[in-house]
């Protein structure tokens, strides 16, 4: 069962690091994408593990969900000479492209949130700023159930945005009239 969120900044530095690090060679990273792999990493580890791997605050911003605590990290990662930026403006938007100078401190993570890291890279790798702010508008609950700028309930992760199957509405409706749950129109 989940639990409480924690948030950790050494940790949460530690972990822009660690993305910024493994997208080095990535084409489409910018800032945006990494905004969505913070997200994907710390929801996905709540809802497999019980618990965020940082504990960040995410909210709704134009772009998808963005980490609350990312400006003041890069500008901290920044001035200690942990993270650079690389401007690339040969697209029709220009893009902010977090580079690590440092390798991240990879034992402040458990295997599990490794795995969980991996995972959130795999599943972003084809996608550029626009596709992952398309790919977060359509995955997330929590972004498409809050205000602009709100935070993003953690426990937002349990809630599937897949259509639910024909069939499984019908099984529900059957139940639901069978044992008398609800008045439910057939």
Known sequence: MAGRVEFSSGKFKELV???TDR????PLMSRVKLNKLLYYADFEAYRRLGHAITGAT?????????AAELPLAEE???RAGYLTWRIDESGSHVRKIPVAREKPDEGQFAGEELDIVA???FELKELGGAGARDWSHKNSAGWN??????PIPYST???STEQIPSEDIDRARQLG???NWAEIRP
Do not use: N
């Open 145 to 150: 159930l809050v205000e602009d700028e709100a």
């Open 58 to 66: 995410y909210v709704k911003g134009e772009f998808g969900p963005m």
């Open 119 to 121: 995972e959130a890279l």
């Open 23 to 26: 997208s080095a060679d990535d």
């Open 17 to 19: 690091l660690l993305f």
């Open 76 to 78: 901290e990662l920044g």
């Open 177 to 179: 009239l069978e044992r």
């Open 157 to 159: 992760a349990f809630i």
